[in-house]
């Protein structure tokens, strides 16, 4: 059975990763789960400077779901060639390090630092995020600036570029090919969907900053129809995340295009579910005759028809 | 720290609004220590709540691990419903625990309402040593905690329904106008708003202190970054409550209400 998958010249061992933020630097859970049997793990984001992150309340549960508002609380990219790559790059997984910034310019200075490192496999660029003032959202929102910010970065790697999309624009898919036509190498979607929770009793937002970023069950089915969007639009690769609980959530990802998945929130309750999931999205194939995972990805079969749904019942 | 499965042994509530869960985990038992917790997850029955939730280990008996909540929303709901054989998935045991190796002949443990959870494991150790332990519970009206492993208890309630009247910490201001125990430090656990107020009162009087916090968090192991709580020196802004606290010296946090 073959697990593996590609994204430009890097190969990853099967198609589940680990979203950037749920799983720290790998070395947190090194007691609970084996981390080598991951098909990847895409690293907390990292910034020039450490960034301190937002004052508390950083996290609600919301039904089926969590918002949170971190602030790319991170320790900066010096402290991790220092303090966390030397362990990451004894992992026989692929290491995907993920960027956040407040200027293109900072996107560069960042790649490029991380260019002169051995033991990174590939880039994850973090345009997405609800939570800063700076950069963020604003970047994603505005398809030119992304598109920017990935033609800017093209130039200085040959790693694989994926860009993050945000589902908080109209159509992702006119993100998706404006950064497929700037060179990126793949695109991973959906980051969190900005929400928010009130304290009624106070009359207060439960979270610091008013609103956060949603995710978790709640979001997989409008993560499903934003990966099913994206995956129509373009060639490359995409990385479908968004509230995978089960190899079954994985496999429906599969099956509207992703190519692969990333597990996040569910690596917070369960830290080895990932792992799990990856067995189980491979047990799926071997049950259904297939010889490839890969031959999963993008066979919806879209002629719908009314039938009962078993899980209904 | 370990992840399992565990069976509920028991889940009581021992008194209104205040339940008791135990369970047994040799694991947890054997390495667990003051001031310390878990983080729990109910899978027994369907619920919306996905995150697990953080317990301060309340007391262990052989193998037997005890947790006390009371129900304050979806997710202690859930863990009120569970019944004996139900199964939990419990991790742990988390955070740095209270410092016991520091020099003190009085251990003064000063808690309001739920806080204190954390104290009969801590009264179980220190019963053991020459010391002596004075307790001070603090709580709105009537909360009956006469079931638990506790010593001396100093009662204050803001209502007057029993032991003194006024909070804690003034409870706590009054009995060391009289007594003078000998080298005393404190442990404490409550509401912010109590141990903010505590915090001021033992740094004018230049008492030692220990505080229990709390902190909404979703991993309970320093990944998701949810916990954060603000120093008061150093170069970083913020330790995280699971992973640098949940204990803390009273002097190195900045508590805000």
Redesign the interface.
């Known amino acids: 059975m073959k697990t593996s998958f590609s994204i430009g010249d890097v190969e990853f061992k099967n198609r589940v990763l680990v979203a950037s933020?749920?799983?720290?630097y790998g070395n947190?859970?090194k007691?609970?789960v084996d981390v080598n049997k991951l098909g990847g793990i895409i690293t907390k984001s990292l910034s020039w400077k450490?960034r301190?992150?937002n004052?508390?309340?950083?996290?609600?549960?919301t039904?089926?779901?969590?918002l949170?508002s971190?602030g790319l609380?991170n320790i900066g990219v010096q402290a991790f060639i220092d303090e966390k790559l030397p362990y990451l790059r004894t992992l026989k997984t692929k290491i995907v390090v993920n960027i956040a910034a407040s200027s293109v310019q900072e996107y560069c200075d960042v790649l490029s630092l991380l260019e002169k490192q051995e033991g990174i496999h590939a880039y994850e660029i973090n345009v997405s995020c609800p939570n800063v003032k700076e950069g963020g959202l604003s970047f994603g929102t505005d398809c030119a600036m992304t598109k920017e910010i990935t033609a800017r970065l093209r130039p200085l790697t040959k790693k694989p570029l994926i860009i993050k999309l945000t589902p908080n624009v109209t159509h992702v898919s006119e993100f998706a090919r404006a950064v497929e036509e700037a060179g990126a190498d793949a695109v991973s979607l959906i980051n969190t969907l900005v929400g928010m929770a009130v304290d009624v009793r106070t009359r207060k937002p439960k979270l610091s900053t008013t609103t956060g970023g949603l995710s978790?069950?709640a979001i997989k089915p409008i993560a499903l129809a934003k990966v099913y969007e994206a995956a129509q639009a373009v060639k490359i690769p995409v990385l479908g995340i968004g509230g995978i609980q089960s190899a079954e959530d994985a496999i429906e990802f599969l099956l509207v295009g992703a190519t692969a998945v990333q597990i996040g929130?569910m690596?917070?309750?369960?830290?080895?579910a990932s792992v799990r999931i990856a067995e189980q999205v491979r047990e799926f194939a071997e049950k259904a005759n297939l010889d490839d995972v890969g031959k999963l990805v993008g066979a919806l079969d879209a002629n719908v028809k009314y039938s009962v749904l078993q899980s209904w019942l | 720290m370990i992840q399992e499965i565990v069976r509920v042994e028991s889940n009581q509530e021992i008194a209104e609004g205040l339940f008791l869960l135990k369970f047994d985990s040799k694991n947890i038992a054997a390495n667990a220590r003051p001031g310390q917790f878990v983080n729990v997850r109910s899978i027994h029955g369907w619920s919306p709540m996905l995150l697990r939730r953080p317990f301060s280990i309340s007391r262990i008996v052989g193998i037997s691990v005890e947790l006390l909540f009371n129900v304050v929303g979806g997710g202690t709901r859930a863990l009120a419903a569970q019944r004996p054989g139900d199964s939990i998935d419990v991790l742990g045991p988390l955070g740095v625990p209270f410092r016991l190796q520091d020099a003190f002949d009085t251990a003064v443990i000063v808690a309001g309402g739920l806080g204190i959870a954390p104290f009969p494991f801590l009264t179980d150790r220190l019963e053991n040593g020459e010391g002596t332990i004075l307790t001070f519970f603090g709580s709105r009206g009537r909360f009956d905690i006469d079931k638990l492993h506790l010593n001396s208890v100093h009662y204050a309630t803001e209502d007057g329904s029993r032991g003194f009247k006024g909070t804690v910490v003034e409870c706590l201001a009054s009995f060391l106008q009289s007594h003078q125990p000998a080298k005393p430090k404190i442990f404490a656990c409550g509401p912010n708003k109590m141990l903010a107020v505590l915090s001021a009162f033992v740094q004018t009087h230049q008492l030692a202190c220990e505080l229990s916090l709390e902190g909404d968090m979703a991993c309970g192991i320093g990944i998701c970054q949810g916990c954060p709580v603000e120093r008061t020196k150093g170069t970083k802004k913020y330790a995280l409550v699971c992973t640098e606290g949940p204990t803390f010296d009273c002097r190195d946090i900045v508590l805000t209400s």
Do not use: K
């Open positions: 933020g749920t799983f720290g947190e859970v007691d609970l450490p301190e992150g004052p508390p309340r950083r996290i609600v549960e039904p089926s779901g969590m949170n971190i609380a978790g069950p929130t690596n917070f309750i369960d830290a080895g």
